[in-house]
């Protein structure tokens, strides 16, 4: 589990081919991403998934919803934004629900619907599939949420996208920790 954990790396969507997860296996990742920290059992979370003939039906609605915003003129950008939406065969749209609670401050639940994300992604990359965290135009743009069925009061937290791949990506840089650690010395 170290060694997967140390080589964790998502998987840019355009790298990723059909199959997605398959009915079994996705109810799989949706039951591993549900297990995080949830300060008062809120579950202020929840998914909206799409996959196969779905997946081509939300990918043509958000287009149609975001295909004003650029120029007719410029077809290789209207072609990459167009492709950008299909390249994953499994969209999972983790939509944040925190909300004032008398008790669980909403930062707690945030973080809660982050931590879905981040097992989601790391559950799917275990089950052999190629994964990525991504929110971009579609998780902030009011046609995009209301495509999506986001409510007023929810945020998209990330789309995941899941999908076969062939190629190991490449590693980022990592920070060293010496530049992101402090040993607290006390008062």
Not at 62 to 73: G, N, T, V
Not at 78 to 100: F, G, I
Request: hydrophobic fraction near 45%; charge should be negative; proline fraction near 7%.
């Amino acid at each position: 589990m170290l060694d997967f954990l140390l080589r964790r790396r998502s998987v840019p969507p355009r790298l990723m081919r059909a199959p997605g997860p398959d009915q079994t296996q996705l109810e799989t990742l949706l039951t591993i991403a549900s297990r995080v920290p949830d300060h008062g059992k809120l579950a202020p979370w929840r998914f909206i998934v799409a996959s196969g003939e779905a997946r081509k039906k939300l990918a043509d609605a958000l287009w149609e919803a975001r295909k004003a915003d650029f120029d007719p003129d410029d077809v290789a950008r209207l072609t990459e934004e167009r492709t950008k939406l299909s390249d994953a065969p499994t969209l999972v749209v983790v939509v944040s629900q925190a909300a004032p609670h008398e008790k669980i401050p909403e930062w707690e639940q945030v973080l809660s619907a982050g931590a879905v994300c981040l097992n989601l992604v790391t559950a799917a990359l275990a089950m052999g599939y190629g994964a990525s965290w991504l929110t971009g135009w579609s998780a902030y743009d009011e046609r995009a949420r209301e495509t999506l069925g986001v409510a007023d009061g929810e945020k998209v937290a990330g789309i995941i996208y899941i999908g076969t791949f062939d190629m190991a990506p490449t590693d980022r840089p990592r920070p060293a920790l010496a530049d992101i650690v402090t040993a607290w010395q006390g008062g």
